[in-house]
């Protein structure tokens, strides 16, 4: 029986294990993950398939050296919009996910309105990037550029099971 506080998606500590285990590594094949959490092979699959399907797991993904492909700098823009209804906030933000070089966009609250991080090989990409990409999206009243010297800590999810209850 599911506690009533309890929602049926909810996942339970063996799903938090699982989840933990594929967030370090997402090409673990169904019996090493179930060795892993202390399960046999088929209920395993079966909670993973059910955290695929209700979205927990949102995708599998290989994640890639950047500086390996030549992009060695992580620049972090922030942008003030001239205006700030829907249509132009919809619009910017459908603009940051058609370039490539942004590999996060959030609006934001507080001094600017989006907080953007850029992926770029040296300052002259960064600059064709302002000049040829950024800028010519329309509404831009200013930016402020900060370039990130050194990456303390690079994860692109949470561990469920180091994170506090919510």
Known sequence: MIPRNKRQDEPDQTDLRILSALQEDGRLTTNALAEKVGLSPSPCWTRVKRLEENGTIEKYVAVLDQKVLGFTNVVFVEITLDKHDDKILDHFGEALTRIPE???A??????YDYFVK????GTDHYE?????TLYRIPGIRQTRTTFGLRTLKRAISIDPLKMPKP
């Open 128 to 132: 064709r990037f302002l000049r040829e």
């Open 102 to 104: 942004v590999v996060e």
């Open 118 to 121: 850029v992926v770029v090989s």
């Open 106 to 111: 959030y609006l934001v609250t507080g001094e």
